[in-house]
């Protein structure tokens, strides 16, 4: 049993690292990622995430609306 879960935190650290890399995140100060923990990855990720906006490479979003004819 334990090498399952060893091999599920071990899988779930891989998965996180590449998400990271995908967004050219490489190091957390001066350790790399693959220096930390499956805690500090999911920290790490989760706090990355939440600086992101989903439109951030669009610009800002302005909604218009369209007058009916009358």
């Known amino acids: 049993m334990g090498n399952i879960l060893r091999e599920a935190v071990e899988n779930k650290r891989k998965k996180l690292i590449d998400k990271l890399i995908a967004f050219n ?23 990355f995430k939440s600086l992101q906006h989903p439109h951030c490479n669009l610009g800002s979003i302005k909604l218009t609306s369209k007058k009916a004819k009358s």
Request: hydrophobic content about 30%; cysteine-free; glycine content about 0%.
């Open 25 to 47: 995140v490489y190091k957390k100060e001066d350790k790399h990622l693959f220096e930390l923990s499956l805690t500090e990855l999911e920290h790490e990720y989760k706090a």
